[in-house]
């Protein structure tokens, strides 16, 4: 269960999530600082470390479109949020999986800021609607990854598998 | 069951006989790119290796491209010290296809890899770089990833647990009207599919239109695809991708070409015929808010960028330096070029574009990503407007949250550039 911190629109870039210009800035460990940098309420409140951890943010379609730069979903990873989107882009969805973010693909998903949401197999709840919303499962292809925690380990284990 | 050329270029690289759209499948890697980010993509993968027992080296050299093109030169210490490290990972392990900041062989890697015959077709190409896509124009399978990604791609050889991408056929008639070309047809597209329209998808581009085309402009159609979500843009490879192979790149060897089975399986055919087409503008912030120039003619604009991965190539700026001879960049504005390569830079000097530019206003800047990214070079003030022959309008794109960024066809940028504000090149004195 966690509250809705962030209401977002379509075609959320991760432009927004990750501004080019801290691009030199790589590492997982150091990315965090920059999460939705220009929207500088929400980037001051996490600096604080005023959202929880598993606090959700909400997006429509085609979120974390744009570049392929990985530090969008570790930005969003290091602060241990959750993405309840009604769609995903390719690159940020693969993204995710590889670096373990908590990700929800929910087509029709309605929510406000302040909202509590509840992630459920199959479904995520609004407590504060009570209205429920049909997920989408994330790529079966995908899944071994997941089980595995993130593509590092997945690999690791794909490389000692080979003699 | 018919293939299109994406499933049969997988098929192979898998070792299978047939794949079709959504089959799971490991291909081998033929060319693994990266820019400054392989700093990144060394942490992740000395990470794969930690505990192992074995020692971090990639599994091929040979198919590793590192080229620095996003911050050039370093803007800064951290880059700088970036750029430092990946020298050294490449001096460790020999990797040959490396392309500093250098005035002879560098460039943005979406033109390096092409002109240096990195990319053939029916290979699998990735990078870490989201237009990657750009390599389908040479018949190449391409697509953009992660850091994380390409670290497990440097240690297996295989991308891991792709899914086969259904195709959406394009297929394009008609001649270019004057002033209207490539960029235009992408934008036009983007602006009918819409930015998630192609998402995890193949746009497979057909049709006596891309026929003529040259290389240079298929590169522009394909590295914009990912703006409409694609996995990737394709070309099936023909007489003018192995002229240009041959003739651009130096390629001897044979070259093969993969093309779509008569009764390959697409998910949807788009036909478009470009006769009428006018120049196209993606306004701001999302690159599918495209309007004929008409609808936004006389908008100021306070910079003009032409260059970039998308069209920074040589006809580009021969469109754009004819557009300038006798003309003047307007007092209030901003002209920058940059050259997508140091041999596209050296062409253009030689043909004397380079000075055309200069003398009309225009600064001419190094090859490399420039403003596109917003990391240095041509950031925008506060309230400021950019019209850019780039590939992206998102908002704080060009480094500064509270400014717009239009897209447009180089013709356009370089009408506009004289006039002051966005221009039709049909009808502003072109």
């Known amino acids: 269960m966690g509250k809705v911190v962030l209401k977002l629109g379509k075609d959320i870039s991760t432009d927004d999530i990750y501004p080019g210009r801290f691009m030199a800035t790589v590492l997982p460990t150091e990315t965090p600082q920059f999460c939705f940098f220009d929207r500088t309420e929400f980037n001051a409140a996490l600096k604080a470390k005023a959202v929880p951890p598993g606090s959700v943010i909400v997006a429509d379609e085609n979120f974390g479109c744009g570049s392929s730069r990985e530090q969008a979903a570790s930005t969003i ?36 800021e302040g909202d509590e949401l509840e992630v459920a197999p199959g479904k995520v709840r609004n407590l504060t609607s009570g209205k429920e919303f049909a997920t989408e499962p994330l790529p079966p292809a995908r899944q071994a990854i997941i089980d595995a925690g993130g593509l590092i380990p997945y690999t690791r284990r794909r490389l000692l598998e080979r003699a | 069951m018919g293939m299109t050329v994406v499933e049969k270029i997988l098929a192979r690289a898998a070792g299978l006989p047939a794949v079709k759209a959504m089959d799971v499948v490991e291909p081998r890697v033929d060319l693994a790119m ?230 390959a399986v697409y998910e949807r055919v788009v036909e478009i015929d470009v006769a009428k087409l006018e120049p196209q503008i993606a306004c701001p912030h999302t690159v599918d808010n495209v309007k004929p120039v008409g609808e936004v003619a006389g908008t100021a604009v306070h910079q003009v960028v032409i260059g970039s991965c998308t069209n920074g190539r040589l006809d580009d700026l021969a469109t754009a330096a004819a557009i300038l001879t006798g003309r003047k960049v307007a007092d209030g504005t901003r002209m920058l070029v940059f050259p997508a390569s140091a041999r596209i830079y050296s062409q253009a000097l030689e043909a004397g574009y380079l000075a055309e530019f200069m003398r009309a206003g225009a600064v001419v800047m190094n090859p490399g990503c420039g403003p596109c990214l917003g990391v240095h070079q041509g950031a925008l003030g506060d309230g400021e407007v950019a019209l850019a022959t780039t590939n992206r309008n998102f908002k704080g794109r060009m480094g500064n949250p509270k400014s717009a960024v239009y897209l447009c066809s180089p013709a356009v940028a370089a009408a506009s550039a004289v006039a002051g504000v966005i221009t039709d090149p049909r009808t502003g004195g072109c």
């Open chain 1, 77 to 112: 990873r290091g602060h241990e949020l959750v993405v309840v989107a009604r769609s995903i882009a390719r690159i940020f969805l693969q993204n995710a999986i590889n670096l373990g973010l908590n990700i929800v693909i929910c087509p029709t998903i309605e929510a406000e």
């Open chain 2, 34 to 263: 990266s820019h400054e980010n392989a700093t990144l993509v060394i942490n992740q993968f000395k990470e794969i290796y930690e505990g192992t027992g074995r020692e971090a080296k990639p599994w091929d050299p040979g198919r590793i491209a590192i080229i620095f093109d996003h911050r050039v030169p370093a803007e800064g210490p951290k880059t700088a010290s970036n750029h430092k490290l990946v020298r050294g990972f490449v001096a460790q392990h020999g990797i040959a296809k490396f392309h500093d900041i250098r005035g002879d062989r560098g460039g943005i890697c979406h033109q390096v890899l092409p002109e240096f015959g990195y990319v053939r077709p029916g290979s699998v190409v990735v990078g870490t770089d989201s237009h990657t896509t750009s390599h389908g124009a040479l018949g190449a399978f391409s697509f953009g990833i992660g850091a994380t990604e390409m670290a497990s791609i440097w240690a297996l050889g295989v991308a891991l647990n792709i899914e086969v991408p259904p195709t959406i056929k394009v297929v394009v008639k008609g001649s270019f009207p004057k002033y209207v070309g490539p960029k235009d047809l992408i934008l036009h597209i983007i602006g009918k599919l819409t930015a998630q329209g192609a998402n995890f998808r193949v746009l497979e581009f057909h049709g006596e239109t891309i026929r003529k085309m040259s290389t240079s402009g298929r590169l522009v159609l394909c590295n914009m695809s990912v703006e409409a979500g694609a996995t990737s843009g394709i070309v099936p490879a023909d007489d003018e991708t192995e002229r240009y192979l041959r003739e651009g790149a130096g390629v001897t060897e044979k070259i093969e070409r993969v093309l779509p089975d008569a009764d």
